[in-house]
C-alpha cells in the first residue's frame, strides 16, 4: 500500500563521511523531488528529477548530489555532511506531464529520513 | 519570486475550540494544497484546490481557495488532540511539467485536551 518508501528511517553518519538516502515508489510519477527540513521549518526543494532530467536548485550546495537510475529510485547522496546538514530530508513525487488537464502539482511524501551527523 | 505567507505561525488551543489558519500570496498560483505534518513524518496530504472560490470538506476540516487564486484558508471545527501538527500550505503552477511547490512556513497547531 505503501506510495513513496524511504530508506532508512533513521540514519546517524559521522562529520565528513558520505552518506546515501534512498527514495523508492510505485506511483509510477515523472517527477522525484528532494527536500530538506530543518526543526519546524517548511520544506526547502534541493533538486528535482523529471524522468531523467535533473533540475538543481540554485542555492543548493555541491556537496549535495542526486541519482535516479530508473522511474522507481532516486538517491540523495550527501559527500561530506558537516553538522548543519543534519535535517530530515523528504523524498516527493509528483504525476508531471504536459497537457494533462488533471494535473494538479500534487506532491505525494514518502515518510522522511532523519539525519543526525556526529 | 512568489511568496506564501501564512498566519498564526503558533496556535494553542484548547479541544472543541473552532480556529482558521491563513495562507496569503500577491501572486496567483494555479492550485493550492494544504498538508499535515507530524514530528518525525513527512507531510501528508489534505486537500488539493484548483478553482477560484473552490470549497472542500474534510470531516472537520473545511479548506477554501480565494476567488482570485492567491489565498487559502483552513478552518477546523471543534479541534481535537489528534489535530496537533504542523500545517503547510503549498502553491503549484500549471503550466510547467515539472510542479515546483512553493511552501508557506507553516502554522503549527497544538490541541489540548
Known amino acids: 500500500d505503501a506510495m513513496v518508501i524511504q530508506n532508512p528511517r533513521y540514519q546517524v553518519t559521522q562529520f565528513g563521511k558520505p552518506v546515501t538516502l534512498s527514495c523508492s515508489q510505485t506511483?509510477?510519477?515523472?517527477?522525484m523531488y528532494w527536500y530538506q527540513q530543518k526543526s519546524s521549518q517548511a520544506p526547502k526543494l534541493l533538486f528535482h528529477?523529471?524522468?531523467?532530467?535533473?533540475?538543481n536548485e540554485a542555492d543548493t550546495p555541491d556537496n549535495f548530489q542526486s541519482r535516479r537510475p530508473n522511474t522507481s529510485f532516486c538517491f540523495l547522496d550527501i559527500r561530506s555532511p558537516g553538522l548543519g546538514d543534519a535535517a530530515m530530508y523528504l523524498c516527493?513525487?509528483?504525476?508531471?506531464?504536459?497537457?494533462?488537464?488533471?494535473?494538479?502539482?500534487?506532491?505525494?511524501f514518502g515518510p522522511g529520513t532523519r539525519l543526525t551527523v556526529l | 519570486t512568489q511568496l506564501l505567507e501564512q498566519s498564526p505561525q503558533f496556535l494553542s488551543i484548547q479541544e472543541g475550540e473552532n480556529l482558521t489558519v491563513y495562507c496569503n500570496s500577491s501572486s496567483v498560483f494555479s492550485s493550492l494544497q494544504w498538508y499535515r505534518q507530524e514530528p518525525g513524518e513527512g507531510p501528508v496530504l489534505l486537500v488539493t484546490?484548483?478553482?477560484?472560490?473552490e470549497v472542500k470538506k474534510l470531516k472537520r476540516l473545511t479548506f477554501q481557495f480565494g476567488d482570485a487564486r492567491k489565498d487559502s484558508s483552513l478552518h477546523i471545527t471543534a479541534a481535537q488532540p489528534g489535530d496537533t501538527g504542523l500545517y503547510l500550505c503549498?502553491?503549484?503552477?500549471?503550466?510547467?511539467?515539472?510542479?515546483?511547490?512553493?511552501f508557506g512556513k507553516g502554522t503549527k497547531l497544538s490541541v489540548k485536551p
Open positions: 528529477y523529471y524522468d531523467k532530467d535533473f533540475n
Open positions: 503549498a502553491g503549484g503552477n500549471y503550466g510547467g511539467s515539472q510542479g515546483n511547490l512553493i
Open positions: 484546490v484548483v478553482t477560484g472560490g
Open positions: 516527493a513525487t509528483s504525476r508531471g506531464g504536459l497537457g494533462d488537464t488533471l494535473f494538479t502539482d500534487t506532491q505525494y
Open positions: 506511483l509510477n510519477h515523472n517527477v
